[in-house]
């Protein structure tokens, strides 16, 4: 029929060229989704959500990194004063026994001491070189108090063994932010991690795990050794001599405890970039090394 025409659209037909205005299951768009950025890779186009955006972002992961390799000796360390204080409470136990009994001999009074004493010595052997120091500084092995020492200074038995099982709050309280904050950082370090290595090409994964890893573990030791840097050189500046703590111990402590962490911050950044530079340059030796 003259002027008939295919039913359809009003809009100019189209050219059958593969366009599609993406209304059809053909439409050559990306499948809607989450909110994100759209990440091509060799093969396979992949989506990224902005929350995998977020965490591979420069800024974010060098921020995680480097307090993570400060916090990992820190946590460690504070995991052992948890065990210290839970020993502890044990002690007291067995002192209010005592005390509850009444008619406390001078050997009971001496043993139960000497076993306070002990405790602090065999806690202080696991911890980092920070930790160590820190004690040391709160309160020095080689002046650790005896019993006529505690005697002259509270007066009586009683006195004596109703705090002999009690730490430092303060101390307690210090352990406690860096036991969670630091697990915490240790646990996202390595999710970043292996997000970053996860989303490289998988030609490139295994350089790319060799830098990261190698990274994650030199930065963890770097941490360690700048924290105790960090803590002798800013305690050192308020007592010369860290033996006998001219500014007062509590003072010398915290001096230690804010050098540690800056110190920490800056040895944990060195040891990850030189970690990555070494994970890398192993990486390249094993794979291209041909035996003649």
């Known amino acids: 029929m003259v002027g008939s025409r295919i039913p359809g659209s009003l ?29 091509a890779s060799p093969g396979s186009p992949q989506f ?3 929350a995998q955006k977020v965490l591979l972002s420069p800024a974010f992961r060098e921020s995680v990194q480097i307090t993570s390799s400060m916090t990992a000796p820190m946590a460690w360390d504070a995991y052992w004063r948890l065990a210290y ?20 001999t001078n050997i009971e009074f001496e043993e139960m001491v000497r076993a306070r004493n002990t405790l602090v010595e065999e806690f202080r052997k696991p911890l980092s070189p ?5 004690s040391e500084i709160l309160k020095p092995g080689s002046k650790l ?8 200074r509270k007066g009586s038995i009683e006195a004596v063994l109703e705090s002999v099982g009690k730490s430092r709050a303060t101390v307690n309280r210090l352990s406690m932010v860096f036991r969670v904050a630091g697990s915490t950082l240790i646990v996202l370090d390595i999710t970043v991690t292996t997000m970053v290595v996860m ?31 960090g803590c002798v050189s800013l305690a050192a500046m308020g007592s010369p001599t860290l033996a006998v703590p001219v500014v007062g111990e509590v003072t010398t402590g915290t001096l230690c405890v804010v050098g540690g962490i800056l110190g920490g911050l800056g040895g944990g950044w060195i040891g990850r970039e030189t970690g990555k530079a070494a994970g890398e340059a192993a990486y390249d030796f094993v794979t291209t090394f041909r035996w003649e």
């Open 11 to 39: 809009l100019n037909p189209v050219e059958q060229q593969g366009f599609d205005f993406g209304i059809s299951s053909q439409a050559p768009y990306a499948v809607p989704g989450p909110l994100g950025i759209y990440q």
């Open 48 to 50: 990224l959500p902005r």
């Open 85 to 104: 204080d839970h020993a502890d409470k044990v002690l007291q136990v067995q002192a209010n026994e005592l005390l509850r009994r009444g008619n406390i």
């Open 130 to 134: 920070f930790a160590k120091q820190y």
């Open 145 to 152: 108090p005896q019993p006529s020492d505690l005697l002259a």
């Open 199 to 229: 989303q490289v090409p998988s030609e490139q994964r295994g350089r790319t795990a060799a830098r990261e890893y190698t990274g994650l573990g030199v930065g963890a030791a770097g941490g360690v050794g700048g924290a105790w840097a």
